[in-house]
């Protein structure tokens, strides 16, 4: 069934999951993409319209962060637009620890339209399906920070309970932060990867500098790097990022999936087995 439900970044890591939740239910979102028909770019808000049109509901991921500049004029301008065509509910993906993801979540929460907000700490997804996926493959991992303590959470738990609170309106006016069952490293995480995927990676303990330098030797994006970088220097080493809360097991009514879980299971899909070079 067509519904009236938009889910954008819906082929994102996040935002693909939250479509597969719906359509098991019999639920056929729209995708909010730029390749989707009608497409939605962040970057022309001619496109905004034709993909809001008779939606009610709607999953919000920014790209590629709401911690980057211009992310919360977007949401600003979302906010009222969906509001004005008759949007009833938004659910949007924030980040735990961030001012400005916290910024853009008081735009929704004084917007009048319904809201939950998801809140979630660094996804196990960026290690197979983001940015920290090259070094693993490389078989070389040179990260700073390598003690701190993060609750790493899994993209489908972070999927089900978005599409948990898209359908269900007891959860309206409510911030759920969402965020794996225990506090691990770098080091422990490239340790399990290592075993699960049966690889032998290195590890390098680095300095936030040097980790800057790299990325600018590789000729990264400016703009990826200031992302980089203000993630480790400001969300990372937060003290409020360095929690586990169990909103997961509220809403599911079951645990929060492990790294380990999420790592053997990734590592069954060989997207963690080297390129090989013909
Ligand atoms: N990664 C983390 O650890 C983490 C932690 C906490 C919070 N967050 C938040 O998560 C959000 C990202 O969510 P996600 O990881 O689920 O998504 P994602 O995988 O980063 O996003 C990819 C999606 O965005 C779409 N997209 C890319 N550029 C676009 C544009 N210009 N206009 C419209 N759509 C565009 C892509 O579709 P097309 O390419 O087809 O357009 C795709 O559907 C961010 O706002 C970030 O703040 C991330």
């Known amino acids: 069934?067509?519904?009236?439900?938009?889910?954008?970044?819906?082929?994102?890591?996040?935002?693909?999951?939250?479509?597969?939740?719906?359509?098991?239910?019999?639920?056929?979102?729209?995708i909010g993409s730029r390749n989707a028909s009608p497409s939605f770019d962040w970057?022309?808000?001619?496109?905004?319209?034709?993909?809001?049109?008779?939606?009610?509901?709607?999953?919000?991921?920014?790209?590629?962060?709401?911690?980057?500049?211009?992310?919360?004029?977007a949401i600003e301008s979302l906010t009222y637009l969906a509001k004005e065509l008759g949007v009833k509910k938004i659910v949007l993906l924030s980040g735990k620890g961030e001012v400005e993801a916290e910024a853009c979540e008081t735009i929704v929460k004084d917007s009048g339209v319904d809201?939950?907000?998801?809140?979630?700490?660094?996804?196990?997804?960026?290690?197979?399906?983001?940015?920290?996926?090259e070094s693993i493959l490389s078989g070389e991992v040179a990260l700073p920070m390598s003690e701190v303590l993060i609750p790493f959470v899994d993209a489908n738990d972070i999927a089900e309970v978005a599409a948990t609170v898209l359908l269900d309106d007891t959860y309206n006016g409510e911030t759920i932060e969402v965020t794996g069952p225990e506090l691990i490293t770098f080091k422990d995480i490239v340790h399990t990867i290592s075993k699960t995927s049966k690889r032998r990676l290195k590890f390098h303990d680095i300095t936030l500098q040097q980790y800057i330098d790299g990325m600018k030797e590789m000729q990264t994006p400016d703009d990826v790097v200031w992302l980089i970088e203000y993630?480790?220097?400001?969300?990372?080493?937060?003290p409020k990022n360095q929690q586990v809360v169990h909103d997961i097991d509220r809403v599911l009514g079951r645990k929060a999936k492990t790294f380990l879980e999420y790592a053997q299971e990734t590592a069954k899909t060989g997207i963690w087995n080297p390129i090989s070079v013909e």
């Open 43 to 73: 970057d022309n808000k001619d496109t905004w319209v034709n993909a809001l049109n008779g939606i009610e509901k709607m999953y919000v991921t920014y790209y590629p962060d709401l911690a980057v500049p211009g992310a919360k004029e």
């Open 1 to 30: 069934m067509n519904s009236n439900i938009l889910v954008i970044g819906g082929t994102g890591k996040t935002g693909r999951r939250v479509v597969q939740q719906l359509q098991k239910k019999g639920i056929e979102p729209r």
């Open 115 to 133: 809201y939950t907000i998801v809140r979630a700490s660094w996804f196990n997804q960026n290690w197979s399906e983001s940015f920290f996926l």
């Open 231 to 238: 993630l480790f220097s400001h969300v990372l080493t937060n």
